[in-house]
Every structure is written in C-alpha cells, then in structure tokens.
C-alpha cells in the first residue's frame, strides 16, 4: 500500500484545512486508517483513526470536538477536515494504514504511511 497526503499549508488560528490521503494497493477497505502529527522536537503522536467500515471513528483529546475524520472506500481516500486550528496544531501530518479491524493509537501497530504533509497554524 502506498501513501500520499495532501492538503498541508498555512493557515490563522481559527481556520480550517482539509488534509486528504489517497491510498493505492490492495483493498482499502480492509485497513484501518489513522492520522498522526509530529511537531518539531516531539515525538510522533496518534490524532484520529477510523475503521474501514467507517465506524465509531477515534479521535485524541486534544482534538476532539474539532477535527472529523472521514473515508471514501471507492476512492480509496481517507480525511481529515481540522476546524478551529489552533497554534499549537502545528505539526507535519501523516496518514497510516493498519491491517485489520481494529482501531489502534500506537504508531508502531501501524505497516504503512504517507510521507506527511506540513500544517503550520499562526496566532
């Protein structure tokens, strides 16, 4: 499976970005797909996830309320609409791809990622 997210810029605390994943490979439909971030100096850290049945996504605290992840199987594309972004959401984003059924946080249970996408949120 291979990886591309998009869909990273500048942008005011307050705005929104869209973040898009597009997948290609073996069904996209039978991989869990999470979003992650890392800011400069910090480890990589889990934002959202989502089953490939697109049920019960899981989001971290910290951006609960906020973000929404989505999928489009036919388009083998997963999303991440991110509204009133914060400074502090500052990060590169990645997308990964787990096989099987189950949401997991943990990058390491992840076999494949994109190669990330910059978001950088002025105050």
């Known amino acids: 499976v291979q990886l591309q997210a998009s869909g990273g810029g500048l942008v005011q605390a307050g705005g929104s970005l869209r973040l898009s994943c597009a997948a290609s490979?073996?069904?996209?439909?039978?991989?869990?797909m999470g979003w992650f971030r890392q800011a400069p100096g910090k480890e990589r850290e889990f934002v959202s996830a989502?089953?490939?049945?697109?049920?019960?996504?899981y989001y971290a605290v910290s951006v609960k309320g906020r973000f929404t992840i989505s999928r489009d199987n036919a388009k083998s594309t997963v999303y991440l609409q991110m509204n009133s972004l914060k400074p502090e959401d500052t990060a590169v984003y990645y997308c990964a791809a787990a096989r099987g059924g189950v949401i997991v946080v943990f990058t390491t249970l992840y076999d494949y990622w994109g190669q990330g996408t910059p978001v950088t949120v002025s105050s």
């Open positions: 989502i089953s490939g049945s697109s049920t019960s996504p």
């Open positions: 490979g073996r069904p996209f439909s039978s991989y869990v």
